[in-house]
């Protein structure tokens, strides 16, 4: 079962960076959404239950967008395979109205606060040793998308991962000797990657896409990574931007240092 997800929206109001710290205050992961905070849309295609809450103020009913939509400030979204009850909701809203909403609480409202935090379960990263097959099999959202250009240094890969508002850049180096094999334990370098399972999964259909050969073993490929970097190869190169962007940015890099070299600035040792 994997933990909710708390997604912070940037909606013009300025209060993403208190509503941050004070979910991470508690221990939780908090993905930040420039995008879809305004798109009613968005909401009514969540898979899974949910609930919306304004910084401050009153919650909205889980599961429902009500007909005069204001954007959210922040939601939390539960896995579709925990299944949340009423009850279960009522101690998330008084968790959200203890911990996070800075207002008055009732009597008793730290006890019902920390069942609420029952129900949200703590975030752990993953093992990818207990991964089961099945559960990597399964259907993913629609909003996970991988994007690859080729660049005087590698391959690029740009991985857009639901409820985050800036794609994940690697970059290959090894891309012409070792194919795309690298891409998919360097996306494990970022702290968010990697803390639900369809992380994983995700990887697992790119590896059959891209008809790598042999089967998919996350945790082999890892400990054959961080192996590797052990003994002094380069850590991989991962990039919150966007694939353009930085091909423009090595670009750069690459003529700047042929500049210098030229000039005499910088010197080759043989």
């Known amino acids: 079962m994997s933990c909710p997800k708390f997604i912070v929206f940037v909606v013009g109001k300025g209060l993403e960076g208190e509503i941050i710290t004070r979910v991470e205050n ?59 009850t009423e009850e279960d909701f009522e101690f998330v809203d008084a968790w959200v109205d203890y911990f996070i909403n800075p207002k008055a609480v009732e009597k008793g409202g730290e006890e019902k606060a920390l069942k609420g935090e029952a129900v ?4 752990v990263k993953l093992n990818v040793e207990a991964q089961d097959l099945q559960l990597l099999s399964r259907e993913l959202p629609s909003w996970y998308d991988l994007k690859m250009k080729e660049v005087k240094k590698g391959m690029l890969y740009e991985v857009t991962k639901p409820h985050t508002d800036m ?7 090894n891309w012409s000797k070792s194919g795309h094999l690298d891409f998919f334990t360097s996306l494990f370098v970022c702290t968010s990657w990697g803390v639900c399972s369809d992380d994983v999964a995700f990887l697992k259909q790119c590896w059959e896409k891209l008809e790598m050969a042999g089967d998919f073993d996350m945790d082999q490929l890892l400990n054959e990574r961080v192996e590797r970097c052990n003994k002094g190869e380069a850590e991989p190169r991962v990039w919150r931007n966007y694939i353009d962007n930085v091909d423009m940015l090595l670009s750069d890099c690459i003529t700047k240092r042929k500049d210098a070299v030229e000039g005499g600035a910088v010197k080759r040792i043989k």
């Open 26 to 84: 508690r221990g939780y992961h908090a993905l930040v959404d420039s995008i879809h905070g305004a798109e009613k849309v968005f909401f009514e295609q969540i898979v899974g239950q949910w609930r919306g809450y304004y910084f401050q103020e009153n919650t909205l009913v889980a599961d429902q967008v009500p007909q005069d939509f204001l954007p959210f400030d922040f939601c939390i979204v539960f896995d579709k395979s925990q299944a949340v």
């Open 120 to 123: 949200l379960k703590k975030p």
């Open 167 to 173: 794609p994940y850049v690697v970059l290959n180096w």
